[in-house]
């Protein structure tokens, strides 16, 4: 995560998850910032910033994400790794409740929040939640 990693695979995994995740980062840089819609746009635009290491640039995308629909939980909790990237660590678990309070079942703000509250703090284990979203398609 330090070096911007937002999209990872957990074992096991099929080629289609490989093929999938490929496709989706492959088609990131053909993203326009000026013509950036809608959430998924937006949120696929900030996790190009964050593989390019600009969190900042990367948070203010997220937040227009946030914006554009607040009932979803994936930009909050990507908002609270930005903010875990930059030293803002307190800052980080209030956007990993606020996804937990919007779905509860929201698996990786919870892993997230749980991690950055252990007195053994680290970035080790951050999850994007980018297996739910596979999970989410089949």
Do not use: C
Not at 69 to 93: C, P, T, V, Y
Not at 97 to 107: H, K
Not at 117 to 131: F, I, M, R, W
């Amino acid at each position: 995560m330090k070096l911007g990693a937002v999209d990872y695979l957990r074992k096991p995994f099929s080629p289609e998850q490989i093929r999938e995740i490929v496709e989706k980062v492959l088609s990131r840089p053909r993203l326009k910032e000026d013509e950036l819609r809608t959430y998924d746009q937006m949120l696929e635009f900030a996790k190009m910033w964050i593989n390019r290491q600009d969190v900042e640039k990367a948070g203010d995308y997220l937040r227009k994400a946030i914006g554009v629909d607040s009932s979803r939980a994936e930009a909050f909790n990507l908002l609270g790794i930005a903010l875990e990237l930059e030293g803002k660590r307190l800052d980080a678990q209030k956007h990993y409740r606020a996804a937990i309070a919007l779905d509860p079942t929201y698996e990786p703000a919870r892993r997230n929040l749980d991690r950055t509250t252990k007195p053994d703090y680290s970035l080790k284990g951050v999850d994007d939640g980018a297996e739910k979203n596979q999970e989410e398609k089949k």
